[in-house]
């Protein structure tokens, strides 16, 4: 290894000036090929470099292999660029709009004359393997100024418009085009140098496509330019990429089972829940088994809340817009709420106002209300912490193509909850309320988290000092660290009001779910005037501490159908437990079975229906109830019931009591596993009175 070039850390290289980080890469004999290939540095400041850059300076810079989130980024974004150079192939009038990175893929906007097929899909990768497999050379290039763009770009009218906008708007779109420069990338003929394509982006890229190790295509659909409805109509097409075929095929299957799991999907299956077109978009209902799921879910984290020192309260569904000026959400979140309603307005005859009406807002948040009570009547620090909870069904308008199933809706339920505290008490209730949660999570079956901290950025919208918000924003971090919980930066993330942590879950197939939060504020209480009577008889402000332990009870259940494929553990389950008789005879002794169930408080009944056994087992299996209860002659002789599991496992001849026993025990434990036979032989021990064949040999 050369002189100048100094491995500094096991985690960075340096790059002296004027070479570039790729040369600097390979003297430190780092990986250029597979899953752990180099594929752009991280400099000082933080921002991804191309392997091409060189710095002016002796530079210290973190190597970013392709099997890193941050590396697979730049691997789907150049993996967009090759779409896009195949889209303009094969269909030379398309126009490019843009074609960003997202979560485990990417996508490419175009506008097209016609709607892309399937077997327009099928091409395009078959002529981005071309593409690929040349080893074109992605190279970065500055323009001098928009004139020379738009010249060279006169054929793109978004991209011109890209161009019209850069730096005159903080736009995601517009930083797309290249940061603090207007940039372009050339993908380069490797033999000769030859400009094959190019595209308007701030990059990076990976060097050349041949770092493009594994992509599919995955769908298209319709899109609008800069998701304005009012705009051009355009056709997307979506990708995935990774850094290997492995991590590719992963991901497919990954994705099937994601499928399966759908919870819109398992809703309609299982009669949980539906969305009438009559009552519009995001708009859900529950039918009777999806309303026991959801009763199970409140009465467990009302109950919660009480034994964490919450009171319960109650609040309106509506309000004057005056108390959403006071709490700050007109005008920071108007967009996210419903237009007002106009009401009380009189006149008379002639038409003439006689008296002004009001406008009132649907509330899209519980707090102004909890402040409201707050106020009511003076408060001692004595009081303090005093915790406010309700089910506050809340409004909010979500653009429809942003709405999606129980996930994303117009109208929902949070169980919400208020923490006024002193200055002092902040970072202890903080931690309360982490450990609150990551206890609720994990008593339904989610305990794989990390911690994601959202903060202010120089936005304009962020209301209070800079000094409230790093105080505020030190706290959370600091019970964040002590929680032992990986912690991940958002910039700029934050409410308008404070800073934020929400708890981010994996559920059972890998995929990550933002669940609860917990935001620090200071600015409701100075809006609202709040205040306490401290010790020393002065009045002082409180802090507010918003938390949401599920969220949103709908988007809750939306993530625990998912997790659990709808086969939602026992003490969740609408029907926990179904009788199925082997022929008519034996119904009665099941009824007596279930009769005990009932008494126990156990969701229980028997299937009385004129289908044979074997489609009834079909049924219930699919119904996914985790206890089936079988009874035969031999059964009903020995006073005994044969389990059957969700799985087609068995235990046969389980004396009558053992068996309402472990059923009982298991549902009030709140056991989140699905029973099984092995499972349900250790709960059932050493008992020797199992002494039946069981019905399914009968």
Not at 240 to 256: G, Q, R
Request: charged fraction near 25%; hydrophobic fraction near 40%.
């Amino acid at each position: 290894m050369p002189d100048d070039v100094q491995v500094t850390s096991p985690a960075t290289i340096r790059v002296p000036a004027g070479t570039t980080a790729g040369t600097a890469l390979r003297e430190a004999e780092l990986p250029n090929k597979g899953p752990e290939a180099i594929v752009v540095v991280r400099d000082a400041g933080g921002d991804l470099r191309d392997l091409s850059w060189a710095p002016d300076a002796d530079t210290d810079v973190e190597p970013v292999a392709a099997n890193t989130e941050a590396g697979r980024s730049v691997i789907r974004h150049s993996t967009a660029h090759v779409l896009a150079q195949a889209v303009q192939e094969l269909f030379p009038e398309a126009k490019l709009g843009i074609g960003p990175p997202i979560q485990d893929g990417f996508y490419y906007d175009f506008d097209v004359a016609e709607p892309f097929t399937p077997e327009d899909i099928t091409a395009l990768e078959k002529k981005m393997k071309q593409i690929i497999k040349s080893g074109q050379r992605f190279s970065r290039r500055v323009y001098e100024s928009k004139d020379e763009a738009r010249a060279e770009l006169a054929g793109e009218p978004f991209k011109l418009e890209l161009i019209d906008d850069k730096g005159a708007a903080d736009d995601a779109e517009v930083m797309e085009v290249g940061g603090g420069e207007l940039s372009v990338y050339d993908n380069l003929n490797p033999r000769t140098g030859e400009r094959i394509w190019c595209d308007l982006c701030r990059g990076p890229h990976v060097p050349t496509t041949k770092y493009i190790a594994a992509f599919k295509l995955t769908r298209s659909s319709a899109a609008y330019w800069r998701g304005d409805q009012a705009n051009a109509g355009l056709q997307r097409v979506y990708g995935t990429a990774w850094e290997s075929s492995e991590a590719l095929d992963a991901h497919l299957e990954m994705l099937a089972e994601a499928e399966k799991r759908d919870h819109r999907k398992l809703g309609a299956e299982l009669d949980l829940f539906s969305f009438p077109d009559e009552l519009g978009s995001g708009l859900p209902v529950f039918h009777p088994k999806g309303g026991i799921v959801k009763r199970e879910m409140e009465d467990y984290v009302r109950a919660k809340h009480i034994e964490n020192g919450f009171q319960y309260v109650g609040t309106p569904h509506i309000s004057k817009e005056h108390l959403f000026h006071l709490s700050g959400h007109l005008p920071y979140y108007a967009d996210g709420m419903f237009p007002p309603i106009h009401v009380d307005e009189e006149r008379n005859e002639a038409g003439e106002i006689t008296r002004q009406g009001q406008d009132y807002y649907l509330k899209a948040m519980n707090c102004p209300m909890h402040n409201l009570i707050f106020r009511s009547r003076g408060r001692s620090y004595r009081e303090l912490p005093l915790r406010l909870f309700e089910f506050g069904h809340v409004y909010r308008y979500e653009k429809s193509g942003v709405v999606h199933g129980l996930t994303r809706v117009r109208g929902f339920a949070q169980d919400d909850s208020h923490s006024y505290v002193t200055p002092e008490q902040a970072k202890d209730e903080i931690k309360h309320l982490l450990d609150f949660i990551l206890g609720l999570l994990r008593d339904f079956g989610l305990d794989e988290f990390y911690l994601e901290l959202s903060t202010r950025d120089d936005s304009p919208k962020f209301i209070g000092s800079a000094e409230q918000w790093a105080a505020a924003t030190a706290i959370l971090e600091e019970v964040c660290v002590e929680s032992g919980l990986d912690l991940v930066p958002d910039p700029g993330g934050a409410a308008y009001y404070g800073p934020k942590v929400s708890v981010q879950a994996k559920d059972a197939i890998g995929r990550t779910w933002q669940m609860s939060t917990i935001q620090y504020d200071f600015n409701q209480p100075a809006g609202f005037d709040l205040e306490y009577t401290a010790a020393d008889g002065t009045k002082q402000q409180p802090v507010m501490i918003h938390s949401a332990k599920f969220g949103s009870i709908e988007r809750f259940f939306g993530v625990l159908t998912e997790h659990y494929a709808g086969a939602f553990p026992a003490w969740l389950a609408p029907v926990q437990v179904v009788g199925i008789p082997v022929a008519e005879a034996f119904e009665g002794h099941l009824f007596d079975v279930v009769a005990d169930l009932l008494a126990a408080g156990v969701r229980a009944e028997v299937d009385a229906s004129d289908d044979r056994m074997q489609k009834k087992i079909r049924n219930h299996t699919t119904g996914k109830v985790p206890f089936m209860l079988l009874a035969g002659e031999r059964d009903v002789e020995a006073g005994a019931v044969s389990f059957r599991f969700r799985d087609g496992t068995q235990v046969n001849g389980v004396p009558v009591a053992d068996a309402v026993s472990v059923i009982v025990e298991w549902v009030r434990s709140r056991r989140n596993e699905s029973p099984t036979k092995e499972l349900v032989e250790a709960a059932l021990g050493e008992v020797e009175t199992v002494v039946v064949a069981g019905a399914l040999d009968e």
